[in-house]
């Protein structure tokens, strides 16, 4: 698995899917490791997790001047390693694509991509504007297969001229959360909603929470297209009706300090907290009353099927890929149209007046989703596609190289 980010908490979406499959992946009885790139020299080339190997040897690129060298070194890697893998899959189909179909070429591998990304940060539309635009459009008609998430990216995909046959359509499915279970017991459920807020309150002080605190949870990234300044207009009026209500932005990004700012000017900054990254999402799960995917393009593919696995009740931005994540069950969850903070705040006081309704409709979602749109039919789908590209006579059995054998984790 190449990934260009590979670390299971918040702050990237896309970072947090990757993890989660290959852990499945990797727990479905096939051999995983993964390539991504260090983003600090004090970074290891090597770490485990989850018991899978995660080889770091390559710096992320800075800038578009070091984006030739990362793609160079890269290919140099995978080409030395290519003899003990069966499948190179990209998470993305970003430059990343570029080094793995050139190194497969010379070893005869077989090469899938994912699209990843939604709205405004899908693949598709990023590579085109990018330095390398039409070298990653050429790589991908040399793979093997590209994994598509979404109806509407499979439509456009199919509009700028990728083969058919190339498409494979996986939906990502919802994981399975203890939390769900906690939610049908009323006596499960604030026995874990107690040890949450302590374990919360003790991490971060300004998760503390008084007994009758109503908790709006928001996760994304901080930046011009990820909703959250949107959400924050939202903030000072639905205070000022709810003086104890409870903000928490779970995210990082370029226009932190100025959210920061913001919520100080408009002397709320009390009510809202803006804790950074978590890598364990039920702790904020038990304890939020309500969660707000604020953009269409950020928090898709991790964050909201986790949410709809807990039983949370969700409001989410009105756009084609969320509407079809959530066809045949609209009505589950509340739905508010991109960019607009009256629409916003309108949504999220209508939730907070009916909040028992809004759980009862986020349990029944979790139950049926469960079944219908269930993690498991996802990592099939995987398997499935690699064990098609690959005979069985030709696959290899995977020992420990070397270097990962004598080296500590």
């Known amino acids: 698995m190449i990934s260009r980010h590979y670390w299971p908490h918040f702050t990237i979406d896309a970072a947090c899917r990757d993890a989660r499959l290959a852990d499945a992946l990797a727990r479905s009885g096939m051999a995983i490791e993964v390539l991504t790139p260090r983003y600090s020299a004090s970074w290891p080339d090597l770490i485990t997790h989850r018991e899978i190997l995660v080889h770091r ?152 929470l008084h007994h009758d605190s109503h908790v709006v949870l928001v996760c994304g990234q901080m930046n011009l297209g990820g909703g959250m300044m949107t959400l924050a207009a939202t903030v000072p009026p639905l205070i000022d009706i709810w003086p104890d209500l409870r ?44 969660l707000v995917v604020p953009s269409g393009s950020d928090s898709l593919e991790a964050i909201l099927p986790a949410a709809v696995g807990a039983g949370l009740p969700i409001l989410v931005a009105d756009s084609p890929d969320t509407r079809s994540f959530f066809a045949g069950a609209e009505d589950s969850v509340g739905w508010f149209p991109i960019d607009d903070a009256n629409a916003l705040r309108s949504a999220i006081r209508a939730a907070l007046v009916d909040l028992p309704g809004r759980r009862a409709a986020a349990r029944t979602l979790r139950r049926r989703w469960m079944q219908q749109r269930s993690f498991q039919s996802t990592v099939e789908g995987y398997k499935h596609l690699f064990e098609s590209l690959v005979p069985p006579a030709q696959r290899l059995s995977l020992p420990p190289i070397d270097s990962v054998a004598k080296r500590p984790n």
């Open 247 to 290: 903000f928490w932005l779970v995210g990082d990004g370029r226009r932190r300090e100025e959210l920061h700012g913001y919520f100080r000017q408009h002397s709320v900054r009390q009510n809202v907290a803006m804790p950074g990254t978590f890598v364990d999402f039920d702790d904020l799960f038990q304890v939020a009353d309500l």
């Open 57 to 208: 040897p390559v710096a992320a690129p800075r800038g578009a001047w070091s984006v030739g060298r990362y793609l160079k070194l890269m290919e140099a890697w995978l080409s030395e390693n290519a003899a003990r893998f069966d499948v190179l899959f990209c998470t993305h189909c970003d430059d990343d694509v570029i080094p793995m179909v050139q190194a497969a070429a010379q070893k005869s591998l077989r090469r899938v991509a994912l699209h990843s990304g939604t709205g405004a940060a899908a693949d598709h539309v990023v590579w085109p504007a990018t330095r390398n635009g039409r070298r990653i459009r050429a790589s991908l008609d040399r793979v093997d297969a590209i994994v598509v998430s979404w109806p509407s990216v499979h439509r456009q995909m199919l509009a700028m001229g990728l083969a058919a046959k190339k498409l494979h359509r996986i939906e990502i499915g919802v994981p399975p959360s203890a939390l769900g279970a906690h939610r049908d017991d009323p006596a499960a459920n604030n026995d874990a909603l107690r040890r949450s807020r302590a374990a919360l309150s003790h991490a971060n002080g300004d998760l503390m």
